[in-house]
Nanobody, 117 residues
């Protein structure tokens, strides 16, 4: 499975961005999808996850109420809508796919999100 993330960029604090991650697989609906991020000098951290059908969703406490993960199985794409962005959201964002919850096996190349104050 190859994952291609896009949608990052530079935005002012309080702004919004929507990240997309397109998967090159015909069995996209059989994968759990997730978003992670890694800021300079920090470890990679979980941001959000979504189950095969989208019925189960989880967000990290740091982004709850601001970020929303969703998926479109017909387009083999997972999204991360990011609102009310803060400077501390600045990081490289990665999408990931796995065959079980929290067991991510495939990773995209990352897209940079920079939030200016």
């Amino acid at each position: 499975v190859q994952l291609q993330a896009s949608g990052g960029g530079l935005v002012q604090a309080g702004g919004s961005l929507r990240l997309s991650c397109a998967a090159s697989t015909r069995t996209f609906s059989s994968y759990v999808m997730g978003w992670f991020r890694q800021a300079p000098g920090k470890e990679r951290e979980f941001v959000a996850g979504i189950s095969w059908s989208g019925s189960t969703i989880d967000h990290a406490d740091s982004v709850k109420g601001r970020f929303t993960i969703s998926r479109d199985n017909a387009k083999s794409t997972v999204y991360l809508q990011m609102n009310s962005l803060k400077p501390e959201d600045t990081a490289v964002y990665y999408c990931a796919a796995g065959t079980a919850w929290a067991a991510y096996r495939y990773w995209g190349q990352g897209t940079q999100v920079t939030v200016s104050s």
